[in-house]
């Protein structure tokens, strides 16, 4: 026989509910955050990997291998614990203490770096499945190199590699649940708090992963929509042959 | 005016271009034909700077390609190229395909180019398309496209390169007509084809190119007619039967 005493109200009952809303807005929007600097970060380092430059080719793929070969959580550490310690005592005190939601932004600032490296290997291959002539037909019509990239290489690279993206989307709102390893209040901590307080544990981790779940449920019907948005005639199945 | 210096070039050890020499005058067409590997289409790719060549020199209206003062986006603007697969943007439509370039560039407004693009797709024959996105066309009808949008920055000189092998024999026409008004329009035209029949009509020059080299050069008749090395002679014999 089952001992467990099933109280799901506690869900919804006051404080619990609300803090398990707070959580799930801090989730949100460390999420969004973090895939808006992903993307963005990725997008530009992704491109640099394949510049004639070589400088930026190098810094490139060094950034890369440095925020992908490390552990998302051990990365956090470094961020919050370790970087600040190199900072003089006053210093310190004043980060931890005085700059508002200073967790949060250190797990933006981690999370945004270690999955902009992720983006930035997509991008790459998105871009090398591109033809060379593709490139050197923007360049023939007098572009430069910045608006080749700007205007034709980089939107179709990411038309293409948009089914990929997705997946990268859905681990950096998963990922956000590390949060809580530094002390940022999103969903799974507000969970684990509910689960300290009234000790029914069962019911706030299913809130968690209902919660996980329709939030990631969200971002593939959004990706969904962008992708048949942006959708173009024969790029996909077949490019410029004839049809 | 193109002209092209003694210039060699090297993919690591194996000598692409071998001491190039050739003058193409205003107005000029010249076709550029030979076996594939032969390096036509990278000569053809150097006289805008798209290849990068080690030795010699090109000039393009007195303007130095080895120069390194030289800008290559003031030079391509002023020669036009069209590309074997076309390479049409494909996530924009026919008619912004042909505007971008002129907006962004040349800082056109929307409005003039657009009314260019419709111009030049009227002379192109395919005006009814301009709203489409190139991969509902033909490949025909995208090569057509390529051509106008390369005339829509005004070139000097247009670049052909294999422009139509990638067509369905029944489309391959209706591209080399609207090369052949350009070419009887006075537009400065290099052309690597193998269609001869093209290269009777309005070439002004021919050259033969083997393993990098210039083997031959002649007007039509006299290359069609008597070529002089077996080279050229066997590859006309090949390419028309």
């Known amino acids: 026989m089952l001992n467990y005493d099933f109280k799901w109200s506690i869900l919804w009952s006051d404080p619990y509910g609300g803090w398990i809303l707070e959580g799930v807005a801090t989730t949100v929007k460390l999420g969004i955050?973090?895939?808006?600097?992903?993307?963005?970060?990725?997008?530009?380092?992704?491109?640099?990997?394949?510049?004639?430059?070589?400088?930026?080719?190098?810094?490139?793929?060094?950034?890369?291998?440095?925020?992908?070969?490390?552990?998302?959580?051990?990365?956090?550490?470094?961020?919050?614990?370790?970087?600040?310690?190199?900072?003089?005592?006053?210093?310190?005190?004043?980060?931890?203490?005085?700059?508002?939601?200073?967790?949060?932004?250190?797990?933006?600032?981690?999370?945004?770096?270690?999955?902009?490296?992720?983006?930035?290997?997509?991008?790459?291959?998105?871009?090398?499945?591109?033809?060379?002539?593709?490139?050197?037909?923007?360049?023939?019509?007098?572009?430069?190199?910045?608006?080749?990239?700007?205007?034709?290489?980089?939107?179709?690279?990411v038309r293409l590699v948009l089914p990929p993206l997705t997946t990268e989307i859905l681990t950096i709102f998963k990922n956000t649940a590390l949060a809580m390893t530094v002390g940022v209040l999103e969903t799974t901590f507000m969970?684990?708090?509910?689960?300290?307080?009234?000790?029914?544990?069962?019911?706030?981790?299913?809130?968690?992963?209902?919660?996980?779940?329709?939030?990631?449920?969200?971002?593939?019907?959004?990706?969904?929509?962008?992708?048949?948005?942006?959708?173009?005639?024969?790029?996909?199945?077949?490019?410029?042959?004839d049809s | 005016m193109i002209e092209i210096i003694n210039v060699s070039k090297w993919f690591g050890e194996h000598k692409v271009l071998d001491n190039?020499?050739?003058?193409?005058?205003?107005?000029q067409v010249v076709v550029i034909c030979g076996p594939s590997g032969s390096g036509k289409s990278t000569l053809l790719k150097s006289l805008n700077g798209l290849e990068p060549f080690q030795e010699g020199d090109i000039r393009v209206d007195g303007i130095s390609l080895k120069d390194p003062k030289t800008n290559f986006i003031m030079l391509r603007q002023k020669m036009g190229m069209v590309f074997q697969r076309?390479?049409?943007?494909?996530?924009?439509?026919?008619?912004?395909?042909?505007?971008?370039?002129?907006?962004?560039?040349?800082?056109?407004?929307?409005?003039?180019?657009?009314?260019?693009?419709?111009?030049?797709?009227?002379?192109?024959?395919?005006?009814?398309?301009?709203?489409?996105?190139p991969g509902n066309l033909s490949g025909g009808q995208q090569q057509r496209v390529a051509i106008a949008r390369a005339l829509a920055m005004e070139p000097d000189i247009m670049l052909f390169d294999e422009p139509t092998s990638a067509l369905d024999p029944e489309m391959i026409k209706e591209v080399l007509d609207v090369m052949v008004d350009l070419a009887k329009s006075g537009m400065t035209m290099a052309v690597v084809t193998h269609e001869m029949g093209f290269a009777k009509e309005v070439a002004d020059e021919i050259i033969f190119m083997d393993e990098g080299r210039i083997v031959e050069r002649g007007t039509d008749k006299s290359f069609f007619e008597n070529p002089e090395s077996e080279r050229a002679k066997e590859f006309l014999r090949k390419i028309l039967i």
């Open chain 1, 33 to 157: 955050l973090c895939c808006i600097f992903a993307m963005l970060l990725g997008i530009i380092i992704g491109t640099f990997r394949i510049t004639q430059f070589k400088p930026l080719r190098i810094f490139a793929e060094a950034y890369t291998e440095f925020f992908r070969d490390i552990p998302l959580l051990v990365q956090l550490f470094f961020w919050y614990f370790a970087v600040p310690s190199l900072l003089p005592e006053g210093m310190r005190t004043w980060v931890y203490q005085e700059i508002p939601d200073f967790e949060f932004w250190i797990v933006v600032v981690g999370l945004s770096l270690y999955s902009s490296s992720r983006v930035a290997e997509q991008i790459r291959a998105g871009i090398n499945s591109i033809s060379p002539d593709q490139f050197n037909a923007a360049l023939s019509t007098g572009f430069s190199h910045y608006q080749a990239y700007r205007y034709v290489i980089i939107p179709l690279a």
């Open chain 1, 191 to 241: 969970s684990q708090q509910v689960e300290a307080y009234t000790f029914h544990g069962l019911e706030a981790t299913t809130a968690a992963c209902v919660i996980y779940m329709i939030i990631t449920l969200i971002v593939v019907g959004v990706m969904g929509w962008i992708e048949k948005l942006l959708a173009v005639p024969g790029l996909i199945i077949r490019k410029g042959a």
């Open chain 2, 20 to 27: 190039v020499n050739e003058t193409i005058n205003k107005g």
């Open chain 2, 86 to 133: 076309f390479e049409l943007y494909p996530h924009l439509k026919v008619l912004e395909n042909i505007t971008i370039a002129p907006i962004k560039v040349l800082n056109q407004s929307k409005s003039k180019a657009g009314q260019k693009a419709m111009e030049l797709l009227e002379r192109v024959g395919i005006p009814e398309q301009a709203e489409k996105y």
